[in-house]
């Protein structure tokens, strides 16, 4: 009941309906509390195998400390394996979003044997993207499209015409880099004049949006945003909205990596994911025009 959404209280009650007798509010949570065991478990387990994607995010908790209500970054980190399944890696309290927060997460997932990430999709947060250049140099990064889409608003008039976003969003649908940067100089060309600060930084900033286009056509759609972590952030918000505001940060922890297992188990049951065979042909045909070049 706790983990489908019911909060501590109606979860006291529900028992003693069911089972006769008075629980006290302190027991369901002594009982909640030997999740903590198997969650620890899960938070600590070695990646044993190889993740050549990673999709990272944050969202923010209110946590009660010493009596002042605080918000805590829950941080959230999604591997694709070479079977083309999902998992959740791990799922931390941070005190807020910085370099230093990301960057031991980070060093955290490569000392449990996080190894051969070729592609890190996240957000723009300045911290983030220099924790993963420090941790992860070895793979590319893909900025979220679709927070830099949100982004571009900034840079446009209150009242502007949401038909040159419209046009911009739709250069992420092409088939190559070169195809997009053609409409992009095209949509340049129009909306220079009235626009003249939002081109300018589109065109500073955009290229950090296209490094899904170095990958297989077929996961282009997939991994050009963070939007795969979708699922565990409004399951996150669902139940947590319940609660609003957590007793500690042992309890926050406890419930946010609960459903995170809940999740990460669904995705282990399902389908693949992702056909990883074309990212494997296109390895190999990589290898073979570096030895030709060689």
Same mark, same amino acid.
């Given at each position: 009941m706790y983990l489908q959404g019911v909060s501590t209280r109606k979860v006291k009650a529900i028992s003693e309906e069911l089972c006769g007798q008075e629980f006290s509010a302190s027991t369901i949570s002594a009982l909640n509390k030997k999740l903590d065991g198997e969650l620890a478990r899960f938070a600590r387990r070695r990646l044993e195998a190889e993740y050549p994607y990673l999709i990272l995010d944050a969202r923010y908790e209110k946590v009660r400390e010493d009596g002042v209500v605080r918000s805590r970054a829950v941080q959230v980190a999604i591997g694709i394996d070479w079977e083309g399944r999902r998992q959740v890696l791990g799922v931390e309290l941070a005190n807020? $979003? /910085? *370099?230093t927060s990301w960057k031991e997460f980070l060093l955290g997932l490569k000392e449990r044997g996080l190894h051969g990430v070729q592609l890190?999709? /996240?957000?723009?947060?300045?911290? @983030?993207k220099r924790a993963i250049g420090q941790v992860l140099s070895e793979a590319c990064w893909q900025r979220c499209y679709a927070h830099f889409l949100r982004n571009a608003l900034d840079h446009l =008039?209150?009242? &502007?015409?949401?038909?040159? #976003?419209? $046009? @911009?969003?739709? @250069?992420?649908?092409? +088939? /190559?880099? *070169? $195809?997009?940067?053609?409409? #992009? &100089?095209?949509w340049l060309g129009r909306r220079q004049a009235k626009y003249p600060k939002l081109c300018e930084w589109v065109e500073s900033n955009i290229e950090e949006t296209w490094t899904?286009? %170095?990958? =297989? %056509? *077929?996961h282009h759609k997939y991994l050009k945003s963070t939007n795969m972590l979708e699922r565990i952030n409004q399951e996150l918000k669902r139940r947590t909205h319940i609660? +609003?505001?957590? =007793?500690? *940060? &042992? /309890?926050? #922890? %406890?419930?946010?990596?609960?459903?995170?297992v809940e999740i990460h188990e669904d995705w282990i049951e399902a389908h693949r994911y992702l056909n990883m065979e074309a990212l494997r042909d296109q390895r190999k045909a990589d290898r073979q025009l570096t030895a030709m070049a060689a």
């Amino acid at each position: 009941m706790y983990l489908q959404g019911v909060s501590t209280r109606k979860v006291k009650a529900i028992s003693e309906e069911l089972c006769g007798q008075e629980f006290s509010a302190s027991t369901i949570s002594a009982l909640n509390k030997k999740l903590d065991g198997e969650l620890a478990r899960f938070a600590r387990r070695r990646l044993e195998a190889e993740y050549p994607y990673l999709i990272l995010d944050a969202r923010y908790e209110k946590v009660r400390e010493d009596g002042v209500v605080r918000s805590r970054a829950v941080q959230v980190a999604i591997g694709i394996d070479w079977e083309g399944r999902r998992q959740v890696l791990g799922v931390e309290l941070a005190n807020r $979003e /910085s *370099e230093t927060s990301w960057k031991e997460f980070l060093l955290g997932l490569k000392e449990r044997g996080l190894h051969g990430v070729q592609l890190v999709v /996240s957000d723009d947060h300045a911290g @983030l993207k220099r924790a993963i250049g420090q941790v992860l140099s070895e793979a590319c990064w893909q900025r979220c499209y679709a927070h830099f889409l949100r982004n571009a608003l900034d840079h446009l =008039p209150r009242k &502007a015409n949401d038909d040159c #976003l419209l $046009e @911009l969003r739709w @250069l992420y649908d092409r +088939r /190559s880099a *070169e $195809e997009a940067r053609r409409d #992009l &100089a095209a949509w340049l060309g129009r909306r220079q004049a009235k626009y003249p600060k939002l081109c300018e930084w589109v065109e500073s900033n955009i290229e950090e949006t296209w490094t899904f286009y %170095r990958l =297989p %056509r *077929e996961h282009h759609k997939y991994l050009k945003s963070t939007n795969m972590l979708e699922r565990i952030n409004q399951e996150l918000k669902r139940r947590t909205h319940i609660i +609003r505001i957590f =007793p500690n *940060e &042992a /309890s926050c #922890l %406890r419930l946010i990596r609960a459903l995170a297992v809940e999740i990460h188990e669904d995705w282990i049951e399902a389908h693949r994911y992702l056909n990883m065979e074309a990212l494997r042909d296109q390895r190999k045909a990589d290898r073979q025009l570096t030895a030709m070049a060689a």
